[in-house]
């Protein structure tokens, strides 16, 4: 018995009630021009028309890449929930909020959301990165 409760699930460290869990797996290769820039630290590029409002992924040191959901993860998908990028800065340019997370570490920087971005599994399997949910 003791074994059972000893173990616990992160599963729930993701249960955001704004944003629900879709699947879907993409494999960018970068040895095509629209992904090159994946092939150098430091670069960030937004993949659209995936996940929920796209997203973005981020080249750590060209063996770890971290990825982000672009809908804002502190209130409901809508019109205005679909972030921009600068820098290494997401921003959610809904009027009624000022939030803005790092899309390095997905942490929140600016706004009352109690939520960090939502994450998707990153990974480079040679020339491609394939980011999954």
Known sequence: ???????????????NPFLVDIGFQVDLNTNLP?????????????VPNQ??????????????????????PNHSPNSCSRMTISGIEATCPCTDDNNKYNIITGQPIQG??????????????????????
């Not at 009352?112 to 949910?133: D, F, M, T």
């Open 1 to 15: 018995m003791f074994v059972i409760f000893a173990c616990s699930s992160d599963d729930g460290r993701n249960n």
């Open 34 to 46: 629209q992904f090159g820039n994946l092939n150098f630290p430091g670069n960030s590029l937004v």
């Open 51 to 72: 996940g929920l409002r796209g997203f973005v992924i981020y080249n750590l040191d060209n063996s770890q890449y971290v990825a982000y959901e672009l809908s804002d």
């Open 112 to 133: 009352n959301g109690q939520y960090g971005l939502k994450a998707y599994r990153a990974e480079r399997i040679g020339a491609i990165i394939r980011v999954s949910n």
